[in-house]
């Protein structure tokens, strides 16, 4: 798992969740954090979409876009 520092700011808010921006100590970088309301996302029948941008940014490859790290459900 990736143990986050405490300089976490908020980027995006939307509908399921928010994007931060956070900063990774053990190798001196920063991500984007994306958390969503699983709750949320299931009451608004959005499941399959969200799977399918999941599985989208794991596959792409490009400089113009961000690189999906890591996921996981809890």
């Known amino acids: 798992s990736m143990q986050m520092g405490c300089r976490n700011i908020v980027l995006l808010v ?3 969740g928010r994007v931060q921006l956070v ?3 053990a190798t001196d970088a920063y991500y984007a954090l994306k958390s969503m309301s699983i709750k949320r996302v299931v009451e608004s029948k959005q499941v399959e979409h ?3 941008e999941k599985n989208i940014l794991m596959k792409i490859d490009h400089p113009f876009l961000v690189r999906v790290q890591w996921t996981a459900h809890t």
Request: no cysteine; aromatic share 22%; charged share 20%.
């Open 14 to 16: 939307g509908t399921f």
């Open 23 to 25: 900063y990774h100590r």
């Open 50 to 52: 969200v799977r399918n």
